[in-house]
């Protein structure tokens, strides 16, 4: 068990350092290092060097929203491939045809979101 | 020696904590958008606490499939519609007053069940079989539950045709 906790500390140690190292380079040191003149036009919104207009929060294509349902699928799917994966020595010949017909089924539904042209974009 | 049985525990109120804010937040916000990242938050925060009882396969799911792919679904219904405006601020109505007595209800019932059930004894032994934890939930799944693991790809073929019929009905609507 110690073992087990072990390992799950270095990564809370990496989410303590992700956390730590822009609030210490935005907040801490940066200040004290960068010259600080602020103008009008330094204030403005970075937008690729355009005058930046309208609003940041747009409304967006409802075609995203299919993108977005078919990666929730497929994102299962690979879920289930992980553990396949890493028993699979241990399982043999019958998970590897389970693991297929798995598969045949979610081409099928990719086809069909194929044929139906769903994933082209006009 | 007891710091190391009493690290989990000082674990889990770190990240209880974390929930609980993240909830409150959640509640809190007058924007939406602002409540979908607080309740991405308070998914991870599940992630954690899955990871903390040892369900390892459980906590990543839980990290690709609802701190993921769920969020990023929920922000994306919210950039769809109109989201700009903010809620308008509370009001107590005697509907609101109901649903709150209501909620404080169902709150204490669920803390009665859980203070009056009788939980099992803490267990050395180890329930993975020695084998580490997506090991053993992939043993689980590819020998005894082979037919469920099936039946799991029609769902997920149902939902995928589903989606795709949703997006051809409003491609006809442009149509009309």
């Not at chain 1, 907040?27 to 919104?45: C, E, S």
């Not at chain 2, 009493?6 to 959640?26: K, R, T």
């Not at chain 2, 799944?141 to 989606?163: C, D, K």
Request: glycine fraction near 8%; hydrophobic fraction near 55%; charged fraction near 15%.
């Amino acid at each position: 068990m110690f073992q087990y906790w072990n390992g799950y500390l270095f990564v809370a140690l990496f989410i303590i350092l992700g956390i730590l190292l822009p609030v210490a380079s935005l907040w801490v040191i940066g200040p004290l290092l960068r010259p600080n003149h602020p103008t009008q036009g330094k204030r403005t919104t970075y937008e690729s060097g355009l005058e930046p207009f309208g609003d940041a929060r747009v409304r967006y294509n409802a075609r995203y929203y299919l993108f977005a349902l078919l990666f929730v699928v497929f994102d299962v799917e690979t879920l289930f491939l992980y553990p396949w994966a890493v028993s699979y020595k241990r399982l043999g010949m019958f998970a590897l045809v389970e693991m297929l017909i798995f598969l045949f089924l979610l081409v099928i539904g990719l086809v069909y979101a194929w044929r139906k042209k769903v994933l082209e974009w006009t | 020696m007891t710091f190391f049985l009493n690290a989990p525990m000082i674990g889990f109120y770190i990240i209880a904590l974390f929930i609980l804010g993240c909830a409150v937040m959640l509640l809190s916000f007058q924007r939406v958008i602002y409540m979908a990242l607080a309740i991405g938050g308070v998914f991870i925060g599940c992630a954690a606490i899955y990871i903390l009882l040892g369900a390892d396969f459980v906590g990543v799911a839980q990290l690709l499939i609802y701190a993921g792919a769920i969020t990023i679904l929920i922000m994306f219904a919210i950039m769809l519609t109109n989201h700009e405006a903010a809620d308008p601020p509370h009001k107590w109505t005697v509907r609101n007053i109901l649903s709150a007595v209501a909620a404080v209800l169902l709150g204490a019932v669920l803390l009665l069940v859980i203070r009056s059930t009788t939980w099992p004894p803490e267990v050395e032994a180890d329930v993975n079989g020695g084998n580490s934890n997506p090991v053993a939930v992939g043993l689980a799944l590819f020998q005894n539950y082979t037919v469920p693991f099936e039946l799991v790809s029609l769902l997920l073929i149902v939902g995928m045709v589903g989606a795709v019929i949703l997006a051809r009905e409003r491609k006809e609507d442009e149509e009309e």
